[in-house]
């Protein structure tokens, strides 16, 4: 699986860059996407270099509001926020 080959510190600063996401850092990593000014994603990445297993890796994706794929698209840097927030809009009126 594609989620093999990411680590725990590549994803949490690929989120806090791109994704603008703010990061407080106690036993795990918490941090919350803001749309429109309002916290809306809420984010939980471990600590460490390790590579991500695939089921802590898809569950980063679902608090995400996306799947595996296109959560591996955010990390290989190929998605930009825009779409990552056109994405939460289309999904927003959905089930969690």
Excluded at 22 to 47: A, Q, S, Y
Aim: hydrophobic content about 30%; proline content about 7%; charged content about 30%.
């Amino acid at each position: 699986m594609k989620a093999a080959r990411f680590d725990s510190d590549r994803i949490l600063r690929c989120c806090a860059g791109k994704l603008r996401i703010d990061f407080r850092h106690g036993p795990e990593c918490n941090g919350w996407f803001t749309l429109d000014g309002m916290k809306t994603r809420r984010i939980t990445v471990p600590h460490g270099r390790k590579p991500v297993p695939p089921g802590t890796f898809a569950s980063m994706a679902r608090q995400l509001r996306l799947t595996p794929a296109e959560f591996a698209s955010v990390v290989d840097c190929t998605t930009t926020l825009e779409e990552y927030t056109a994405t939460l809009r289309r999904r927003r009126s959905g089930p969690e």
